[in-house]
């Protein structure tokens, strides 16, 4: 039987926390140079967290695990000189993630601090753009999203590629052509980093390819939002594919049967205000990674199975803004295909969630609640009766100044 947290202790956290969380603000800004062409500004992005899930504690791991935890902790600068060169940097500390998208760890898995972003953007044109350093690589549109701005609680927690993080090192072209209405983008990564006794076959670039057309208001930045809250009027249909060769073997004890990596997906995203009746959102995706198969072979890398391997599926979500109240309700729901996760042949993971977002501040200052269910369709495989369904409760507050 599902355990659901007593709606009054959820309530009552929610209020006490925007009680306590006063107001925020843009970050602060400097302006040096001639004429004041050159600025920076520092940001700190905090989303706080109180989760709880069905399972996870106890000594059969029946009980709920309860929890507070900050699902991002940031500090990121901004600068530019001119309208030609600016800079991104961003750090994140990240502490104690007990809780994973599909099971709790029983250890501390310790703290993190690491250089998240660290790009150089130059606009020799708005048809031809360049980055350059660590950032988004070009494959999904929900990646590409910020992260402090999606519709639901938070990404998808299964489109991320293989062998790297949501970022990847390297450098981009990109530009929007037709009064913005196509966009373009190209890149070459780093992709798997290969060091000496790795089990990857070689050392290649990643490349990837993506486009999209906006038919409304244009999106025409490098990265994209879940929401525009009303304030545009957006319709975007996007394809990408990515590739690299020789990235792992089909047996790493022999060194043998190399494999290649692609990947490609599109999706679609409409947001449309109405007058009086309030704003609708509808977003979608389908994904497929690619690794030739390399989780059938006699002994594969580690890596081409689990949550990053071998998949593929799609996401839906839709969101309702109110028109005289910073209310937001949504819902989404995902349906992904792993080739082998947690060693079971054929997963299928259906994960449905709800909930709603207030702006106290716009995306500023937000309230979140979400509950979402983790369903598995059983393959086939040595640790099948391991497996569980479960429910997660969250509660986020997100302050940015």
Request: aromatic fraction near 14%.
């Amino acid at each position: 039987m599902l355990k659901m947290p007593k709606i009054s202790t959820v309530a009552g956290t929610m209020l006490g926390i925007a009680l306590m969380a006063g107001t925020a603000f843009a970050g602060p800004k400097m302006t040096f140079g001639p004429n004041d062409e050159g600025a920076l500004q520092l940001d700190y992005k905090g989303q706080f967290q109180m989760t709880f899930r069905d399972l996870g504690s106890g000594d059969n791991n029946e009980d709920t695990t309860m929890n507070f935890n900050f699902r991002r902790n940031r500090l990121a600068l901004m600068g530019k000189y001119g309208d030609m060169m600016s800079i991104y940097v961003q750090t994140e500390y990240t502490d104690d993630q007990n809780l994973t998208p599909l099971d709790v760890s029983p250890t501390n898995r310790g703290s993190e601090f690491q250089l998240l972003d660290a790009v150089v953007r130059f606009k020799i044109d708005n048809a031809f753009r360049v980055n350059v350093g660590k950032f988004k690589y070009n494959l999904s549109r929900e990646n590409l999203e910020a992260c402090e701005m999606p519709l639901t609680l938070d990404r998808s927690l299964f489109i991320r590629a293989p062998f790297t993080t949501t970022r990847d090192t390297g450098v981009a072209v990109w530009g929007n052509l037709f009064n913005d209405m196509f966009q373009y983008r190209l890149d070459a990564m780093e992709g798997r980093k290969a060091v000496s006794g790795d089990t990857a076959p070689a050392s290649k670039f990643r490349y990837s390819a993506r486009a999209h057309v906006t038919l409304l208001d244009p999106e025409n930045d490098y990265g994209y939002k879940g929401t525009y809250l009303g304030k545009k009027k957006v319709a975007t249909f996007g394809a990408a594919y990515q590739f690299e060769p020789d990235v792992a073997y089909g047996n790493t004890v022999l060194k043998s049967d190399k494999k290649d990596y692609k990947a490609w997906t599109f999706d679609a995203f409409v947001e449309y205000p109405v007058e009086a009746l309030g704003t609708f959102t509808v977003s979608g995706a389908y994904e497929k990674i690619d690794l030739d198969d390399a989780y059938l072979g006699d002994n594969p890398d580690v890596d081409v199975t689990g949550i990053n391997g071998e998949k593929n599926g799609y996401y839906l979500k839709a969101g309702y803004m109110l028109p005289n109240l910073p209310l937001q309700l949504f819902v989404r729901h995902e349906n992904w295909k792993f080739a082998n996760l947690n060693g079971i042949y054929d997963q299928r993971i259906f994960w449905t969630g709800g909930g709603v977002n207030y702006y106290l501040r716009d995306q500023n200052l937000k309230l979140t609640f979400e509950a979402n269910s983790t369903g598995f369709r059983r393959g086939s495989g040595t640790q099948a009766d391991r497996t569980e369904d479960f429910m997660t409760y969250v509660t986020q507050l997100q302050v940015i100044f």
